[in-house]
T-cell receptor, first 112, second 112 residues
């Protein structure tokens, strides 16, 4: 079945550092891929998405490129801020009618 | 639009008590979900409803029941609460089963 694997956390960075959170997936066909963010005490929010190979999703300075050859959807940001401290979830969705599959989440802490 | 709303926001129960968590969405979505999130970040799917009139078990359905009251509302019932059900509960909705999900703010439940 489908699965999503995220890099283990927690990840701690200093403000203005470069961020990469790795996400790889196992799935048949051509799933859609998503990144969600969960700020402390809140529900998950959709951060960005990509629906086909080589698509780049972007939002709030975050980017992720759908790489079918490496089955990856790594999240990147060039300069993180303290306000980016949150848990980040990678997810995939198939067109076959099955539910979204979520990764385990990666905790990011950004220190001033 | 309020999006996905959940009530209550906080609840403390004693072992053996029952309660119903309410969820409503105003986005005309077909699919709705209940998750729990325990320390350690991961989401676990309890039940979902792919469309009005249908419900299906997720990964951790034991001890819970659901009702898809109409297209807008999806409730989660704990018949006899146990300390192991202490968790944060999230409701989510989506246009269809394989589309991105939109989450509510969560209900923090403590069972003593």
């Amino acid at each position: 079945g489908d699965s999503v694997t995220q890099m283990e956390g927690p990840v701690t960075l200093s403000e203005e550092a470069f961020l990469t959170i790795n996400c790889t997936y196992t799935a048949t066909g051509y799933p859609s891929l998503f990144w969600y963010v969960q700020y402390p005490g809140e529900g998950l929010q959709l951060l960005l998405k990509a629906t086909k190979a080589d698509d780049k999703g972007s939002n709030k300075g975050f980017e992720a490129t759908y790489r079918k050859e490496t089955t990856s959807f790594h999240l990147e940001k060039g300069s993180v801020q303290v306000s980016d401290s949150a848990v980040y979830f990678c997810a995939l969705g198939q067109t076959s009618g099955s539910r979204l599959t979520f990764g385990e989440g990666t905790q990011l802490t950004v220190n001033p | 639009n309020a999006g996905v709303t959940q009530t209550p926001k906080f609840q403390v129960l004693k072992t053996g008590q029952s309660m119903t968590l309410q969820c409503a969405q105003d986005m005309n979505h077909n699919s709705m979900y209940w998750y729990r999130q325990d320390p350690g970040m991961g989401l676990r799917l309890i039940y979902y409803s792919a469309s009005e009139g249908t419900t299906d078990k997720g990964e951790v359905p034991n001890g819970y029941n659901v009702s898809r009251l109409n297209k807008r509302e999806f409730s989660l019932r704990l018949e006899s609460a146990a300390p192991s059900q202490t968790s944060v509960y999230f409701c989510a909705s989506s246009v269809g089963i394989s589309y991105e999900q939109y989450f509510g703010p969560g209900t923090r439940l403590t069972v003593t």
